[in-house]
């Protein structure tokens, strides 16, 4: 069974912005986060993960993470969830 990808929108200004995001979740590579990819353009960050968008969110706040976090739906059409720092 495959992990789910979980879709946030994050506002991030500069690549210091990305780099601080991505650092955060692959601080979780090896405890449920499989992959992450970040859209600097788009302003999107995809996480292959095995832990809830809440678990996600919730160990980015506990890092530090101030950027202002929107979910969208996962590709298997789960509710969204709106969270800010």
């Known amino acids: 069974m ?3 990808t979980h879709v946030f929108n994050v506002e991030m200004t500069c690549e210091g912005c ?3 995001v991505e650092r955060v979740l692959n ?5 449920g986060v499989n992959e992450v ?8 960050v995809l ?3 095995s ?3 809440d678990q996600l969110l ?3 706040q506990r ?5 202002k976090v929107d979910r969208q739906p996962s590709q298997d059409g789960r509710d969204a969830l709106d969270a800010s720092r």
């Open 2 to 4: 495959s992990s789910p």
């Open 18 to 20: 990305s780099g601080a």
């Open 27 to 31: 601080r979780l590579k090896g405890q």
């Open 37 to 44: 990819t970040i859209s600097l353009p788009e302003q999107r």
């Open 47 to 49: 996480v292959n993960s």
């Open 51 to 53: 832990l809830s968008a």
């Open 58 to 60: 919730e160990q980015a």
């Open 63 to 67: 890092r530090k993470a101030s950027h």
